[in-house]
């Protein structure tokens, strides 16, 4: 099954953030988003999760994603995380990942006190990493943790995308290198789409890049060909024709985003 976005508009009261985007992402990539500041990455993932109306089709195989309430998306298996964390601090991971799976489990079993663990939760923490970490309160998790804990909340709803939103902001380099790890492994059978400013980040773990710019798609590929495109390097550096493929590789340190 693959996420194919075609001809995506957004506009906020007659301005346009979005203005025909495509891109489509499969299982066993890792999909990067990214563009300068505002141009219209997040507003994208908020069309996809029906959190902002867009125009055009974002499909998940057969079934047409626009136009869904948020929770019917969430159930189609369409999942997000956002640049904080979302995490109930007071809870434990295993707590947090309680409440995760909930949707599929009966209100009484909800309620009563926790002998075992959940396969599905098990698998996830494994996965991300958290296994000792099941009665940690999420609140004194490392920054880093925390996003791998909202992941880890993901993949026990059996999310089928993951639409992940600057994951590693903030991150030590140890912490990001762990998470690009962990999109790789998460990735294997699952859509994942990462909006990021961290070039270096995207040279090592990107898959396949689409540059966004004003709301419009600029460019499309491997990471070598994006960083070699010369539109790329003039909106990120003001150079075009200057461009050489040496220059290239000098281009993703001014794409990094301070803020
Ligand atoms: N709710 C809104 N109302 C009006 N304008 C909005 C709204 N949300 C986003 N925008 C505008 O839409 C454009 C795209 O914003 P968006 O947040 O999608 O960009 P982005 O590429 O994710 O940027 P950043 O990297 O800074 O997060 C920006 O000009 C932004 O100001």
Redesign the pocket.
């Known amino acids: 099954m693959s996420l194919v976005v075609t001809d995506l508009r957004?506009e906020?009261?007659g301005?346009v953030?979005?203005g025909g985007v495509s891109f489509d992402a499969h299982p066993g990539e890792v999909r990067f988003l990214i563009?300068?500041?505002?141009?219209?990455?997040?507003?994208?993932i908020?069309a996809i999760t029906g959190l902002?109306k867009g125009t055009g089709s974002a499909r998940l195989g057969e079934t047409e994603l626009l136009g869904r309430p948020v929770h019917t998306i969430v159930r189609l298996g369409v999942g997000r995380t956002f640049?904080t964390a979302s995490v109930f601090d007071e809870l434990s991971v295993l707590q947090n990942l309680d409440i995760a799976a909930g949707r599929h489990r009966r209100p009484a079993s909800l309620l009563r006190t926790r002998t075992g663990v959940d396969a599905s939760i098990e698998r996830a923490l494994e996965e991300t990493g958290l296994a000792g970490e099941l009665a940690t309160p999420a609140g004194i998790l490392s920054h880093g943790q925390k996003q791998w804990l909202e992941i880890a909340m993901l993949l026990v709803q059996d999310a089928k995308v993951l639409l992940l939103?600057?994951p590693v902001a903030g991150m030590s380099q140890d912490e990001r290198t762990a998470t690009g790890e962990l999109l790789q492994r998460v990735a294997a059978n699952r859509i994942v789409v990462v909006?990021e400013?961290d070039m270096d980040f995207m040279r090592r773990f990107a898959t396949r890049v689409t540059v966004?710019h004003q709301?419009a798609v600029l460019a499309e590929g491997a990471v070598s060909e994006v960083q070699a495109d010369p539109k790329v390097q003039e909106v990120y550096l003001g150079t075009a024709g200057a461009a050489t493929t040496a220059a290239a590789s000098a281009v993703p340190e001014p794409l990094r985003?301070e803020?």
Not at 35 to 44: E, I, L
């Open positions: 957004v906020f009261s301005f953030a979005v563009g300068p500041n505002g141009a219209g990455k997040t507003t994208c908020d902002t640049q939103d600057e909006v400013h966004l709301g985003k803020d």
